[in-house]
C-alpha cells in the first residue's frame, strides 16, 4: 500500500476549519481528514502510485478552489505541475 500524508498550515484555527469544511463533501473514503488548530493533515491511500498521484492531485485541486473561494488565494496561482494549463 502506499501512502502520502500532508500538512498545510494557515493563520487561523478559524481559516483552517473554513478550509476543511469546504473540502468534506470531496474527500470521501479516498482521504482522511484532522484539523488542529491551524493545521489540516491530510492522509491518502492507494494500492498503486498511480492511483495515490491521481487522489493528491484532485485533493490539491479542491484546495486550491477552497482556499480561492475563501480569499486567501489572490492573484494567478503557481502552475506546480509545469503543463501549460492553470491547474
Keep these: 500500500m502506499n501512502t502520502l500524508d500532508l500538512r498545510v498550515e494557515y493563520g487561523s484555527p478559524e481559516t483552517a476549519a473554513a478550509v476543511a469544511a469546504a473540502l468534506d463533501p470531496d474527500n470521501g473514503t479516498y482521504v482522511e481528514m484532522e484539523v488542529r488548530e491551524n493545521v489540516i493533515n491530510f492522509k491518502m491511500e492507494a494500492k498503486s502510485a498511480g492511483s495515490l498521484r491521481n487522489t493528491a ?16 488565494v489572490r492573484g494567478p496561482a503557481a ?5 501549460p494549463s492553470p491547474e
Aim: aromatic fraction near 0%; glycine fraction near 10%.
Design 57 to 72: 492531485d484532485d485533493l490539491l485541486a479542491c484546495l486550491k478552489i477552497a482556499e480561492e473561494a475563501s480569499g486567501l
Design 79 to 83: 502552475d506546480l505541475d509545469g503543463d
